[in-house]
């Protein structure tokens, strides 16, 4: 069965928005630390943003530069990336993880005019 499954991805202009979900199982979803990576054509998987079951701590890549929120809903078993301001650079698919080593399938967020 599926363990993790994104969703949300699609096509949006610059400048715009999207939110990305991941949706968990309770057993992945325990996992004290899961996060967003994304990868493009031709690009190295790349890890977007992380956030801890202690203490919710997260962090970030420097390309965010403040325009992406990781956060986590603990009844819903989900995980999300708000990404505002969005880029064409950051056009590429986008996959949930949960440590140690669980992945969905990816979601693809194109930036475009």
């Known amino acids: 069965q599926v363990q993790l499954v994104e969703s949300g991805g699609g096509l949006v202009q610059p400048g715009g928005s999207l939110r990305l979900s991941c949706a968990a199982s309770?057993?992945?979803?325990?996992?004290?630390?899961m996060g967003w990576y994304r990868q493009a054509p031709g690009k190295q998987r790349e890890l977007v943003a992380s956030?801890?079951?202690?203490?919710?701590?997260?962090n970030y890549a420097d390309f965010v530069q403040g325009r992406f929120t990781i956060s986590r809903d603990n009844a819903k078993n989900t995980v999300y990336l708000q990404m505002n301001s969005l880029k064409p650079e950051d056009t590429a698919v986008y996959y949930c993880?949960?440590?140690?080593?669980?992945w969905g399938q990816g979601t693809q967020v194109t930036v475009s005019s």
């Open positions: 993880y949960a440590f140690p080593s669980a």
């Open positions: 309770r057993s992945i979803f325990s996992s004290n630390l």
């Open positions: 956030i801890r079951n202690s203490r919710g701590s997260t």
